[in-house]
């Protein structure tokens, strides 16, 4: 057990005034390391957003913690527990953090003098069936618009017990409090329903902001024990227009945003006093209208930008140049299939002469390396497909070192191919084991696979119902085989547990979306200024 390490909060360098003392104090936990925690941009915001609000101050812990960062305090003396979760593997580090804090993982067998024990994050919008039974209430959707209510609601309601306070936070729009709705099964034992009581809402809409770029998400602290070392993260989009069809986020973040530059470059002054290394954050970051204006002008008042990914179509030399005048050394971009067809298929119809040709751009700005993201497993993937892979590298390499990250395809809820089968467990592994020996033969190219009994397991995770809640207790996620996900393809109207959570995005939408990569039909970029095509706008 971690007890706590003094080295890491004494390496931090605070951003911005800490609120010390409140009445209503908010325990913020990561569940997992405080590396992979401080490395979240997401964690950061809660942890300012939860100070914005009057009467309420937050702290911190991660897995292996026993007490909060700031003040050592026991994790039963909040008021409320919130977990930011990003990852559904993170769902399987919950029993030990309820073990090491002594509390009950059931929210059914907590006693009212415990604290609240709420969970928000991506993984959560995409299914939060999993640990319905471990957590007292969900928030759905963008922090921004629900967690500063739920905390004034609960500030009203400290005289109330615990059901009184559930009740009321279940009749608020974004929040999903899963003791007041009960799963239905047929008689096979398969999931089939899901049943709310006493009027609480169905589905749960999910909440979004309509401005983030008011002031966009940014670092609390920074410190070395990062990804990114002492690198300021800013926020500068907010989902993605180019509906890749394998994508969750691409459709839980509509409509897409991007933060205006000037609010951009302001966020960026209030990081400079600790660093001038900054990570500029999006889905798509080269798709910001200003993206080019936005980087030059940072680089002119003294910063190293960088970024994560670039797409494609949004590349110019000129961009290419500018990020290595600001210290950017390597590039990634993710073509995530092998062939064109499949490209097609998933929505992601990048030509290979156009990576070659990025990739020259990127050569001739002084760029060092490129890292190339793929998948294996997609829905209609052949052999054909998957030596693509192969050759495709082969081709980059000559141009550029390569380093190749290969990923097993999980079938997402809330995208289209949320009614695709999970590729067999032995059919991955033989996938992966090709790509490792044959990239492996590529003088200039490193390569980095998932694991074939990982994406089952992540499978289970994103996918399951409620009843997972009891293996995720008893630390025995048992072994799925690859008939646990066999969807009813051709069954539009078939019942998942993540539809407790309204995405905003119509089913019928999605479901043109999955017959149009059958044929490998392409879908343009979203135009939220006049396209209602998938309900969100």
Known sequence: MKKFVASEIRSEVALGGKKVEAPGSFLLVYPNSYYLGMSNLGFHAILSL?????????????????????????????DVIGFSISYEVDFLNLPRIFREAKIPPRSRDRRENQPLIIAGGIAMA???????????????????EILPSVLERLNELRSADRREVLKSLAAMDGVYVPRFYRSRYDGDGRFSALIPEGGVPFPVRRSWIPDPGVSPAASRYLTPNTVFGRRGLIEIGRGCTRQCRFCAAGYLYRPPRNIPAPAVLAKAKQISAGSRRLGLVSPS????????????????????????????????????????????????????????RLRKKINKDIPEESMAAVMEEARRAGLSRVKLYFLVGLPGETKKDIEGIVSLSRRLE??????????????KPHTPFQWAALDSYDSLKAKLGYLKSELAKLRRVKTRTGSARRAVQQAALSRGDRRMSREIEEERLRSRSRADFLIEKENKDKFFPWLVVDSGVEPDYLWEEYQRSKTGMTTGPCRTAFCRACGVC
């Open 126 to 144: 995409i299914n939060p069936e999993p640990i319905a039974e471990l957590v007292d209430a969900v928030l759905i959707g963008e922090a921004e």
């Open 285 to 340: 970051p080269s798709d910001h209208p200003a993206f080019e204006a936005l980087l030059s002008a940072l680089i002119e008042e003294g910063f190293s930008p960088s970024i994560s990914s670039l797409r494609i179509e949004s590349v110019s030399g000129q961009l290419l140049r500018t990020l290595a005048a600001g210290g950017q050394n390597e590039i990634t971009i993710a073509p995530e299939a092998g062939s064109a």
């Open 398 to 411: 000559r141009i550029l070192p390569l380093a190749v990250s290969v990923s097993p395809f999980i079938p």
């Open 50 to 78: 939860v100070d914005s609000v009057p009467g309420w101050y937050a702290e911190r812990a991660f897995l292996g913690y026993d007490r909060s960062l700031e003040k050592r305090r026991t994790f039963s003396s909040f």
